[in-house]
């Protein structure tokens, strides 16, 4: 469970996350939200790049905002970017391994538990391949599968699904469906494809311009009115 | 077996018969048949490769661009000369010295690099290669006689200077290139050792993005100053070999901008491959010594031919030759073939 209390984050003039208080049950979370709403930036107080004003963030009972930024993946922490994160250069093994044994995991079990990531995600591709040769649909999986590997506790997946064609997100939503049981992490999921919220997420939340306007089961809160209007707007505008 | 150990081991087995016969070559087959100013020549050529090398690992791998490699050399070669005027410690000791020595300087260099990149990263290390030269010439290098900072009475560099010992078993030139292919080899074995490891992904995802590093784990402190050490260390070896080949250095000749031509011929050869840094060598050192000593050209015509190189790599070719080479060879063979097969039908007669 990940408590967030009061978190509030400041650049000069703007307040991109304000004062919100939220809480990530368990199993996975949504987060969506207007572009600006603050989403992406709350994944970076999460990752650490960005140090809140005030807030505390309470994950399985630790406090996660006294981590070093890079010893988080240590602690459990995974995530995947916008923009894609995996090594052109490198091969998909390496490309797993690289985050497998920077996280602390036993040296003995990498090659197996690199190889499990890669098939969890159902990655059909000679691991030994240059990720740089692979299609938009594989390299994403890549990126799932770096965030799998090893023991996370938590991983945090912005827009997973961003480029990719419709047909293609359906495999995607089922991969992503699987982590909280088969490989025991809390997630949360931002994104703009609501199909893809509403088949993986059983809780979401809903940030607009830095504030927490609603959360709960997903399906009660994209019937939310204030949601709809944050996402169409008003009829008087 | 499964599909990854056969690709490794197939992958390495290749690599590793091709590096045994480049080292077969270098080692028996060059020396019988050259003379004595080409064998020097390849010494040169083998001791850039190592700097050229020490670039490819710090902007190839992880993106860091340093412009003082080749003042890493001097300063590697000058620690080697006074070493061996100073003490009488056997030769491989000079050069593990020598190495870790410039280690150390070479990590305080790279400490600006924690907080720069780029441009900025580039004019500092640029710098610090112009106040070596300075340094250097200030301090009349090497000024001869014995001791570490021991300086000649009557005036530095007479004939009379001692040149720097080389290795007991490689006194003459040849053994002495031999001595100086095996101990690159070695630091060329290093470095990829390094690439290929746990080092390797860790700066490959450095140079892809410092916040995707961060949240993979990476402590990006410690991989960036490591790939400075590594680059020095191996770069200060190579500067004591230099020290023992030319048996006394002179200032004069390490100037500063032979860190941009260095940066120019990696960049030719191909920083993202190990092998690129071999092609820098040859660019390097092979090619001035072809124009002066061979063709009665002057070397500084190469500069010109390294700047039109240098933009045809970056405008067409970011591999460098190492990577385009075969690929264009491919192509001409492809075409060759093409041509001929078309050929015949072209000529058959139209019924």
Known sequence: ?237 | MSPIDAYLQRGVAVRAAVAVALLVVAIFVLPAMSGSDWITTYTSVAIYSVVALGFGILYGRVGLISLGQVALLTIGCWIGTRLAYATSLPFPFLLLLAGAITCAIGVLVGLPALRLSGLYLALITLMFAGATTVVLSVTDFPSGNHGFTGHATTGALTTSTPPVRRPSMAVGDTAYYRYTVIVCAILFLIALIHVATKPGRAWATIRESEPAAIAAGVNITLYKLWAFALASFVTGVAGCLLAAQVGVPRAITFQTQDSLTLAATALIGGIFSIWGAIIAGVFNQLLPFLFQAQWGLNPNFLLIIFGAGLLQVLLTAPGGLVDQFPKDMANLGRLLFSGFRKLPRERRPQK
């Open chain 1, 1 to 237: 469970m990940i408590e967030v209390s009061n978190l509030t984050v400041r650049f000069a003039g703007v307040t991109p996350i304000d004062d919100v208080s939220v809480v990530f049950p368990g199993g996975t979370c949504g987060l969506i939200g207007p572009n600006g709403a603050g989403k992406t930036t709350f994944f970076n107080v999460l990752s650490g790049f960005v140090r809140p004003a005030t807030g505390n963030i309470t994950a399985f009972g630790e406090n996660l905002l006294k981590m070093a930024d890079y010893r988080r993946a240590r602690w459990g922490l995974r995530r995947t970017f916008q923009t894609e994160m995996a090594v052109e250069q490198l091969s998909i093994f390496d490309n797993v391994a690289m985050i497998h044994e920077h996280s602390g995991a036993k040296r003995a079990t990498r090659r197996d538990d690199v190889l499990r990531a890669i098939e969890f995600v159902g990655l059909r591709a000679n691991p030994s391949s240059k990720v740089g040769r692979l299609g938009a649909r594989e390299r994403r999986l890549v990126e799932v599968a770096r965030a799998v590997v090893g023991k996370p506790r938590m991983v945090l997946l912005d827009e997973p699904a961003a480029g990719l064609p419709e047909e293609e997100t359906g495999h995607l939503a089922e991969v992503i469906q699987r982590i909280p049981e088969h490989i025991g992490a809390l997630v949360i999921l931002v994104d703009h494809d609501m199909a893809l919220v509403s088949a993986c997420c059983e809780t979401t939340a809903v940030l607009d311009f830095g504030k927490l306007i609603a959360s709960g089961p997903t399906a009660e809160v994209l019937r939310n009115e204030h949601v709809i209007r944050a996402y169409l707007g008003t009829e008087e505008l």
